[in-house]
T-cell receptor, first 110, second 113 residues
Framework: GQNIDQPTEMTATEGAIVQINCTYQ??????LFWYQQHAGEAPTFLSYNVLDGLEEKGRFSSFLSRSKGYSYLLLKELQMKDSASYLCAVRGGGANNLFFGTGTRLTVIP | NAGVMQNPRHLVRRRGQEARLRCSPM?????VYWYRQLPEEGLKFMVYLQKENIIDESGMPKERFSAEFPKEGPSILRIQQVVRGDSAAYFCASSPIGTDGYTFGSGTRLTVV
């Protein structure tokens, strides 16, 4: 089975940097994903890691350590529009479906 | 290239009625996934389908829920004899073979009254 843990809520200041952590246990591993979801809207894809290390994409970066079952999403130069839920998801070995954590609700304050 | 299309966006059903939720995947995508999201909770996997095949239905409740993805037409998630606890947002996602991630539809918000 899969178990994914991430903080429920975080608050950060506009212009700052925030790191959202995710730990997971899974039978087999075939990739870790981060999605952003604004209230009442569909999740949108942010990043994908399958090998250890850091993937950078503009203001967003995602890190993976497979040996530690750990990932983080780093958001730089926070903007008010970044207030949203951030969902960590893993794909188990041999399967194509993703299993999601409960999400971290990020509030950006002025 | 239209994204994943779900309809209806909002659906209200009385207890005991049937709910039918439709999902048309992105063009070229042959894999469809259904998720349920309760208020303030994460996305819960329900079922994974390819054309005319159910690949993984480990997240589907054993009764009242069924899903199909026919050769022609959209994927359908069907909930029979709905109860208040079925009220949730139901998201569909699609992917092509061997892709990195899904594209989600805008969801169907089911309210059972």
């Amino acid at each position: 089975g899969q178990n994914i843990d991430q903080p429920t809520e975080m608050t950060a200041t506009e212009g700052a940097i925030v790191q959202i952590n995710c730990t997971y246990q899974t039978s087999g591993f075939n990739g870790l994903f981060w999605y952003q979801q604004h209230a009442g809207e569909a999740p949108t894809f942010l990043s994908y890691n399958v090998l250890d290390g850091l993937e950078e994409k503009g203001r967003f970066s995602s890190f993976l350590s497979r040996s530690k079952g750990y990932s983080y999403l780093l958001l730089k130069e926070l903007q008010m529009k970044d207030s949203a839920s951030y969902l960590c998801a893993v794909r188990g070995g041999g399967a194509n479906n993703l299993f999601f954590g409960t999400g971290t609700r990020l509030t950006v304050i002025p | 290239n239209a994204g994943v299309m779900q309809n209806p966006r909002h659906l209200v059903r009385r207890r005991g009625q049937e709910a039918r939720l439709r999902c048309s995947p992105m063009k070229g995508h042959s894999h469809v996934y259904w998720y349920r999201q309760l208020p303030e909770e994460g996305l819960k996997f329900m079922v994974y389908l390819q054309k005319e095949n159910i690949i993984d239905e480990s997240g589907m409740p054993k009764e009242r829920f069924s899903a199909e993805f026919p050769k022609e037409g959209p994927s359908i998630l069907r909930i029979q004899q709905v109860v208040r606890g079925d009220s949730a947002a139901y998201f569909c996602a699609s992917s092509p073979i061997g892709t990195d991630g899904y594209t989600f539809g805008s969801g169907t918000r089911l309210t059972v009254v």
